[in-house]
């Protein structure tokens, strides 16, 4: 049995801050899940996905976020208690569906996860979410710690039925994949029955009806304000004339610091949990008792400005800060001596940072970059496309996944990238605009995310691009999760469809569709040069299985190849393709045996014939 399906409640687990919450959703009584996977969020999505397999609830990878709201959306709207997860740039995708399930709401409790990135570990933006709450006006709750997460997700739940409301939960990287333990709570047997009761002056948001359900929207708000209010998850801590008013991880860091410096019966804290919409009572009367308050949060200065808002209708003239030079910034992750420094700074107190490891007498760290795997076919795509191209004025617009690496040296073969998709639209743009050849990237699962109706408009407006599409049988950046073209048979799971990327582009209209093997280098080669003098829309497949995947499903043999003395240290292997494989000894090339697996790229371009498979003993 999964470990987070065990029904013993007082139980302490040591949990991940993502396990945390798919508990969280367990013990609530989730009947219904949906995502599109993205980092920080993906293993909440994982162990839902493995729960559904030992249990009633029902769980689905969508093609994309907003496909993935809308089918909540039904099943909320049949009285299911739902669940939809995505990272930050997720839920721009789904903004679309959310402005206007605001306006509907739910019938079953449902709860809309958004992981913020801050300091964009794994993502494009570091945008702040919290100002999606405020746009489509639903409540947002923040948790601050790993405990906190599940129990509030709870909470949740339980607000969104209140309201009849989608709710907000917003979480940061540093709770999703920080570790606590965690007292597990009674699991909530789910309803996994719904029925949708007709009713189209409710459902069917014509202007008519929609000008009154915004009524609605407004009316069930000001209920939510006044829950806020007296919310546990808004909560003064302290005593003293100093105010310290912050929401998420930032309240731990508040609370590091008032400790390291001191301030423990000078500062007040009031930490907001339920961000949308905020205690307004609650803050005027925290101000009241202070001289002076900052507001300690990441991102955006989102409580600052209502916080300065409501001091100003109040008649309050207290000084209130948060961002600015000597304080806080908009930028990043904090850490524990970020938030003492400025809090040192805005009350006056002395502060003496930890001094710095002394490394002066240590080499300088060499730099390590990310790299694609050992073994990786984009790598062998990339080199292939780059060798088909040689003479060509080229464009290479890339997207989001793995393959996004490749515009490191020493294959360079990203040149543009905004979003999820945008590989396939931008070309459009630069092909019209540039006349020069404009060569796109784009893996399956993106494809399959949001490629499609780019490359639709690209056969309809006649623009003139080659697409790569990058086949490796999985969504591999987030940890080889299932899109709809993937054989679901892998997974040893029935019931599933199969969707044929070729296909699908042959019924848009792509006249040129082209299918290698990245790993077959000269006819690779010969295949891409023959694709790019096609005039008009023409697409590549490269399909070759992700190499930590086929290890995974054991659908690989790893064979080390070896350097032999054949090599004139020409270094052609590591200056054109840099597989983390090969490393400098003597000045002489070497492959490591234990990260080579085998794919022979390398031994395919040496002039020499000098790379050998490694010879089996005995």
């Known amino acids: 049995m999964h470990k987070l399906l065990v029904d013993n409640p007082g139980e302490k687990l040591l949990l991940l801050g993502n396990e945390a919450i798919a508990r969280g959703a367990i013990e609530a009584g989730v009947a219904f899940a949906t995502t599109y996977p993205g980092t920080p969020s993906s293993e909440i999505s994982l162990n839902l996905f493995q729960m559904s397999h030992q249990s009633d609830l029902y769980f689905e990878y969508s093609t994309n976020e907003k496909v993935a709201l809308e089918v909540a959306a039904g099943a909320a709207n049949s009285g299911l208690r739902t669940m939809c997860m995505m990272k930050h740039v997720g839920l721009n995708v789904a903004a679309d569906p959310l402005m206007t399930l605001a306006y509907v709401g739910v019938k079953g409790g449902m709860v809309v996860l958004t992981a913020d990135d801050p300091a964009m570990f794994s993502s494009q933006n570091e945008q702040d979410n919290r100002y999606y709450s405020k746009l489509s006006g639903l409540p947002l709750l923040e948790p601050s710690s790993v405990a906190e997460a599940k129990e509030m997700l709870i909470y949740a739940f339980d607000l969104s039925e209140k309201l009849g409301e989608p709710v907000l939960f917003r979480t940061t990287t540093r709770i999703n994949h920080s570790s606590a333990f965690v007292t597990l709570g009674p699991i909530t047997p789910p309803q996994t029955k719904g029925d949708f009761e007709k009713d189209p002056l409710r459902y069917v948001t014509v202007p008519a009806v929609s000008r009154k359900l915004h009524v609605r929207l407004l009316e069930n708000m000001a209920k939510a304000a006044g829950i806020s209010e007296t919310s546990p998850y808004n909560l003064v801590r302290g005593e003293g004339k100093f105010g310290v008013i912050c929401n998420g991880v930032s309240f731990n860091y508040a609370t590091d610091a008032i400790n390291e410096l001191g301030l423990g019966d000078r500062v007040r804290v009031l930490r907001v949990g339920m961000s ?305 494989a090969f490393y400098l000894e003597g000045g002489k090339v070497r492959i490591d045996p234990d990260v080579c697996v085998g794919c022979a790229v390398c031994a395919q371009i040496c002039p020499e014939n000098a790379i050998r498979p490694v010879k089996k003993s005995g």
């Open 276 to 580: 949308n919409p905020l205690p307004s009572k609650m803050i005027v009367d925290f101000l009241k008792d202070c001289e002076k308050v900052l507001v300690v949060e990441e991102g955006e200065p989102f409580l600052e400005e209502a916080v300065k808002a409501l001091a100003q209708e109040a008649g309050l003239t207290l000084k209130i800060a948060g961002k600015g030079k000597d304080l806080l910034s908009r930028l990043y992750e904090f850490s524990p001596t970020i938030v003492s420094q400025a809090m040192a700074n805005y009350f006056g107190v002395k502060y003496d940072p930890p001094e710095a490891v002394d490394v002066a007498d240590l080499p300088e760290a060499p730099m390590r970059p990310p790299n694609l795997c050992a073994g990786c076919s984009h790598r062998a795509t990339y080199y292939a496309v780059k060798k088909a191209a040689e003479g060509m004025e080229t464009i290479y617009p890339s997207d989001i996944g793995c393959y996004t690496l490749g515009f490191l040296p020493p294959l360079q073969m990203a040149d543009f990238l905004i979003c999820m998709g945008s590989s396939v639209s931008s070309s459009c743009g630069f092909s019209r605009a540039t006349g020069k050849k404009v060569i796109s990237f784009i893996g399956d699962s993106t494809f399959f995310h949001s490629g499609m109706t780019g490359l639709v408009n690209a056969i309809f407006n006649n623009h003139n691009f080659t697409l790569v599409i990058l086949d490796n049988g999985t969504t591999a950046m987030t940890g080889h999760q299932p899109h709809p073209g993937v054989d679901m048979s892998d997974f040893n799971l029935e019931g599933y469809g199969r969707v044929s990327i070729e296909e699908v582009v042959k019924a848009i209209g792509v006249k040129k569709v082209t299918v290698i093997n990245p790993y077959k280098v000269a006819k690779s080669i010969e295949a891409i040069r023959e694709t790019l003098e096609f005039e008009g829309v023409s697409v590549i497949i490269s399909r070759q299985m992700c190499t930590l995947y086929a290890k995974s499903l054991k659908k690989i043999k790893v064979r080390a190849f070896t350097i032999t003395d054949k090599c004139k240290n020409h270094r052609i292997c590591i200056d054109t393709l840099a597989c983390p």
